[in-house]
């Protein structure tokens, strides 16, 4: 199986790790899937719950899923967009990029924020002290080739699709309110900008934001799964250790290439924190073995019973 991934990409995106979140998330059948920092959405967007609230305080990530959902964008309306506007970029070169950048940060034009997003340096998404879009032009003049188009317009219609399919709401909101809605059958997947990183206007996160999460999630009744970093080769994630004593940690070592060449692969020790005990994916060869776990349901197994 591979990843779909989102039309909108952003930094911290977890596509890489899609699969270790959703292989151990328990979501009940009438549960809402709660995403208070939802970013790219890839990790709800492979999840496929059939009723989720994403939610983000960068509000042109939600207009522009929320313009989907109206029909404001379709595949053919952002292909036709890409074609004219991937014609000027490849006509005017940069000078087009910093023109619908103006445009942008003027109207909020959730196609242009597509846009901006696909061509601009590092696919990131950020904002100054203003709250405008300030990455600069980061591709060739010609990035919209149409083969490029063709991949964008169908991420676009896999929302779409999904979207007539399932129950998914988009909202504008900080974590404190998206995390304080969730009911006993709810999961909420936590994935928190990374402090000191990626500091811009609508991705700040200082040590008492991670205080503020850790403390709504210990008092939350639904179950939770956060992503968060455990350690490096030079330091540790001091707030892991502080406030998840009362949770499982699981980490996995993901390497982040710095350059081209073999020595500068940085490995980083991932972890997933959860407030209940994981279901472990395991392969079962016979009816005997099977019977020697109580729980053992489509390949997986809860290790013990979940703590309450
Ligand atoms: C690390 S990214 C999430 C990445 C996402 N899981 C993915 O795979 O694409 C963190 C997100 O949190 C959002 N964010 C930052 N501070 C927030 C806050 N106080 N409340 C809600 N969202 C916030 C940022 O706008 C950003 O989109």
Redesign the pocket.
Known sequence: MTVKV?PL???????K??FWIKDHAILEKDGTWI?????????GFNVRPNRAIF????PH?INFYNAIKSGEIDSSIAREYLEKEGALLQRKGEDHYYEVRERFNKKNSPLDMLFLNRACFNGV?RFNRKGEFNVPFGHKPERFAKAYITKIANQIKYITQALSQYDWKFVC????T?IASASPSDFI?C????AGR?VDY????SEE?EQELYGLLKVTPAKFIL?TWHSNQYRKNEALEKYSSQFTVLTREHFYHVGASEKNRNPMLEAIVLNYNPMIPVKMDSEKQLALFENFKEGYVVLSSPRK
């Open positions: 989102p990409k952003c930094q911290g995106i977890k596509t790790l899609v995403e208070p920092f939802m970013g790219s959405g890839v990790v939610s983000d305080v960068n990530i998404m909101s900080d974590f404190k998206t997947y994935d928190p900008p990374y990626h609508f991705n700040s996160w934001n992503s």
